[in-house]
């Protein structure tokens, strides 16, 4: 080791001189001879303190190792030159510095003298200066993303390698304007580019661009702009500066969702089906097949209580919100009122869950079966219109077995009786003469006959002639007068045409409907007068009774099954039925085409 012979009145001397911090050490122990203030800050102690200290006291040498090297750097070389060294200061923290060391002989004894310089501050700086570089080209790489900056007075336009790298291009290939970055756009998205500049510079704002780029290699990207201004000492745009981003991905992703959508909207539009989507409040995020009346743009963003009231949404959002506390999807049928409209809907809500399995909305799917509700209704109805008919019908037999049965016994049993007694007299009795003999066989033959008729009689109420192909025309006539006969009511018949060609199956179900009629007028009306009519007219066949009674009321809510029946009967011959009624009186007419009658 080579060293300069020095006195401690001329170190100190120079070390009081210097503005950096200076201080001597031994080699051997590494204890501080000498030391000026400005070292004795550096370390964090005052000068009076750090004289007789060694270095590792101070922690002048943060590491150790450091100071075994220079010390062998000066055995070797006599001096080192701005060797990064690590100081400790007194309150731990760390310092970077730049150590020049000199060996110097005091006494005889080797020394070295150190010249130290603070650079932590500016070496701080320069490190993240160099962290911030890295990490940004590691976000351009990584994320897609190039960064920009346009001088508005030069015009000029730099670009980082990133910007290059996202339009698939080298950097010394790009000509620097704003027209050059331009013509790297698709031909369609160029004029917006100009227009969001403009519109930037005109309200100071940000400036927000989508565009499709065309690659070299004819690939299409998509790509974002974001751009900020930058203000000279005067307050006008100097520059803008800003990043662009390859959102090709996400863009395929949402044009992708978005064509999905609509698929599913073309789908749905063929259907009936109300499918919708909510958010955790049940706001409407989206939906498809609105319905009482409500469009895509009266739903989203908002609930079912804003759109129906609270009491109608309270059964609906007591569904959905049980769905979304047990993550268990549920289908229950539900009536929903709006405005005056109504509907009946089958409603499905299916929980919507996140990549983590958390639910974060609802999905739901509502089928309108309010068509089916009324169907099923009318059906139960008809059904028990049906049972009631039925009822009425077997308790018209009934009736009609009764009074059969009553007719049999006191009109043709007591004839039969008669005869059987006059017959017994005749033979038990003794020789008679000739003339009462005569006259007892000739009542016996009245007898016989009037069986005969009320034999008859029974037959045409059981099987009526209209049954056995007597024209109706007739069968008419001669029902009302029976039923005249039996009633005690007046009856007029109007009969336009006498000859009518009827198949049998209709005028049987004509001569029923009359009958019916006629039954109901003798129960219920009340009436003194009847008229029948039999018209066939312009392609329609009619057959109308008309009473003076009271009236009815034709669409009571108890219709009576007779005239149920009566509209079955019409609805098969292809045909109506017409009622007028009112306190004089009561009007049925049955009209059949005149094409089922023939």
Excluded at 72 to 93: M, N
Excluded at 134 to 162: Q, Y
Excluded at 456 to 468: G, N, T, V
Excluded at 539 to 565: N, R, S, T, Y
Aim: aromatic share 4%; charged share 25%.
């Amino acid at each position: 080791m080579s060293s300069t012979d020095f006195t401690l009145d001329a170190i100190e001397l120079l070390l009081r001189a210097a503005p950096v911090p200076m201080a001597l050490s031994r080699i051997a122990d590494g204890r501080l001879v000498a030391a000026n203030e400005s070292f004795a800050r550096l370390c964090g102690y005052g000068p009076e303190e750090s004289v007789g200290r060694s270095v590792a006291e101070l922690s002048a040498w943060a590491e150790t190792d450091e100071r075994r090297v220079v010390i062998e750097a000066l055995r070797q070389h006599g001096e080192v030159r701005a060797v990064p060294h690590l100081v400790r200061h007194r309150s731990g923290r760390l310092l970077r510095t730049l150590l020049s060391a000199r060996a110097v002989a005091l006494d005889g004894e080797p020394h070295f003298l150190a010249v130290i310089g603070d650079v932590s501050e500016s070496t701080r700086l320069q490190w993240e200066l160099a962290s911030a570089e890295d990490a940004l080209r590691l976000v351009e790489d990584n994320a897609h993303l190039g960064i920009w900056d346009w001088d508005l007075a030069l015009g000029r336009l730099r670009w980082s390698p990133g910007m290059a790298a996202v339009f698939g291009i080298r950097l010394e290939d790009f000509g620097g304007r704003v027209e050059d970055f331009a013509a790297l756009l698709h031909p369609d998205d160029r004029a917006q580019l100009a227009g969001a500049i403009a519109s930037a510079l005109e309200a100071s704002g940000p400036i927000h661009h989508e565009a499709r780029l065309l690659r070299p290699d004819g690939s299409v990207r998509w790509l974002a702009s974001r751009g900020a201004i930058v203000r000279d000492a005067a307050g006008k745009p100097a520059r803008i500066v800003g990043v662009c981003l390859d959102i090709t991905a996400e863009k395929s992703l949402a044009l992708g969702w978005r064509d999905a959508q609509e698929k599913l909207r073309v789908i749905l539009s063929a259907t009936d089906v109300l499918v919708f989507q909510h958010d955790l409040e049940l706001r409407y995020e989206w939906i498809a097949n609105p319905v009482l009346g409500l469009e895509e743009r009266d739903v989203l963003g908002r609930t079912d209580a804003q759109l129906l009231g609270d009491a109608v949404a309270a059964p609906l959002t007591e569904i959905k919100r049980r769905v979304l506390e047990t993550g268990r999807g549920e289908r229950r049928e539900v009536r929903v009122s709006r405005d005056g409209q109504q509907g009946c809907f089958e409603l499905v809500a299916e929980p919507r869950r996140d990549e983590r399995g958390q639910v974060v909305g609802l999905l739901c799917a509502a089928q309108d079966i309010s068509e089916r509700k009324r169907l099923e209704a009318e059906r139960e109805a008809y059904r028990a219109r049906l049972q009631g008919l039925a009822a009425h019908l077997q308790d018209t037999i009934e009736a009609e077995r009764t009074a059969v049965a009553r007719e049999v016994h006191d009109a043709l049993g007591a004839t039969l009786t008669g005869i059987q007694l006059s017959l017994a007299s005749l033979m038990n009795g003794s020789a008679e003469p000739g003339a009462r003999r005569r006259s007892r066989l000739q009542s016996i033959q009245r007898a016989v006959e009037a069986a005969i008729q009320a034999t008859r009689a029974l037959s045409s109420r059981l099987r009526p002639p209209a049954l056995e192909g007597m024209p109706l025309a007739a069968t008419v006539r001669w029902y009302a007068r029976d039923w005249s006969g039996t009633t005690g009511i007046k009856v007029r018949c109007r009969i336009t045409r006498r000859r009518l060609e009827l198949a049998r199956d209709t005028s049987v179900e004509l001569f029923r409907v009359l009958q019916e009629l006629l039954t109901n007028v003798a129960r219920h009306s009340g009436a003194r007068a009847v008229r029948v009519g039999l018209d066939a007219n312009a392609g329609v066949l009619e057959l109308c009774v008309a009473d003076d009674g009271h009236g009815f009321e034709p669409d009571g809510a108890h219709q009576g099954f007779g005239l149920v029946g009566i509209n079955e009967r019409a609805q098969r011959l292809g045909g109506r039925v017409a009622i007028r009624s009112g306190p004089r009186g009561s009007v049925v007419t049955v009209s059949i085409p005149q094409g089922r009658a023939a």
